[in-house]
Nanobody, 127 residues
């Protein structure tokens, strides 16, 4: 089970830190990622961390976003800075089944790679 927290209302240019807590099993055996879905749009990839620590970002958030995982605490975090209204969405945490140590960006950015999803947390950026 994955549970996200940290969403809310933030002003343009502000920052937000999202957290995802995994329970029921160790997340260290999985790749983990953040996806988001804006109203009326398809869910899209935001950032991912492989078991081996490789990190990938979507171009839309690169340079102002940092994803990290703490295997000891079974958590995944997403620090987002310089937020704009385009970042308004429901943010989802996701985990793959038990996986090999490394994976390609194509694999980690594909929704179909993930078998466990959180319920989502709303992020709203107001101007």
């Amino acid at each position: 089970q994955l549970v996200e927290s940290g969403g809310g209302l933030v002003q343009v240019g502000g920052s937000l830190r999202l957290s995802c807590a995994a329970s029921g099993r160790s997340a260290s055996a999985s790749h983990m990622a953040w996806f988001r879905q804006a109203a009326g749009k398809e869910r899209e990839f935001v950032a991912a961390v492989s078991r081996g620590g490789e990190i990938y970002y979507a171009d839309s958030v690169k340079g102002r976003t940092a994803v990290s995982r703490d295997n000891g605490k079974n958590t995944l975090s997403l620090q987002m800075n310089s937020l704009s209204p385009d970042d308004t969405a429901v943010y989802y945490c996701a985990a793959t089944p038990r996986s090999a140590f490394f994976a390609s960006r194509d694999h980690l950015s594909a929704q179909s790679s993930y078998s466990t999803w959180g319920q989502g947390t709303q992020v709203t950026v107001s101007s």
